[in-house]
Each structure stands twice: as structure tokens, then as C-alpha cells.
């Protein structure tokens, strides 16, 4: 008993198209296949900075809040000076 088997019949799986427009993943702007994933050569280079800094690094942008006000070390601690 020899029951041909036709080949399956598989039919061909159309090609998926991966049009996965993600924006920027720093500004969420439209990014542009130049600089893919980012958006501009700043956005890549931030990024860039973040892996080889390994901290977050924004190079010519809003810089962080310096909250250096009064930061000096003023102990005024009136310690001791208790004469009974
Ligand atoms: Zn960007």
C-alpha cells in the first residue's frame, strides 16, 4: 500500500511588512531613516553619550537644576557651651 502523498499544500505566506514608524525614542519625533531610530544626529549622539557615559547625558540641551543654594556646610549647632 503506497498512498501517494501530494505535496501539502502550503500556501505562501505574503511577505509581513514591518512598518513600524517608531519616533524618536528621546524627543518622540518622527525619525528619520538617516539617523534611525532618532530623529537627528543629536538625538543619536545623546544616545551614544548615554551608552558610553553609561548615564544620561544631553550635550548642549536644558541643563539639570543645580540646586547648589546655600549648600555650604554652616554647622550652627550651638553644642556644648552649657555652663551650670
Ligand atoms: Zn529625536
Known amino acids: 500500500m503506497s498512498a501517494p502523498q501530494g505535496p501539502k499544500d502550503r500556501k505562501p505566506e505574503p511577505p509581513v511588512r514591518l512598518r513600524t514608524r517608531r519616533p524618536c ?3 518622540q519625533q ?37 540646586d547648589d ?10 553644642d556644648g557651651a552649657d555652663s551650670a
Open 25 to 27: 525614542p528621546l524627543c
Open 30 to 66: 518622527p525619525s528619520k531613516q538617516k539617523y534611525h531610530p532618532f530623529c537627528s544626529a543629536r538625538c543619536a549622539d545623546i544616545d551614544l553619550h548615554r551608552w558610553l557615559g553609561g548615564q544620561y547625558a544631553i550635550p548642549a540641551a536644558d541643563p539639570p537644576d543645580f
Open 69 to 78: 543654594a546655600g549648600e555650604a556646610a554652616t554647622g550652627k549647632r550651638d
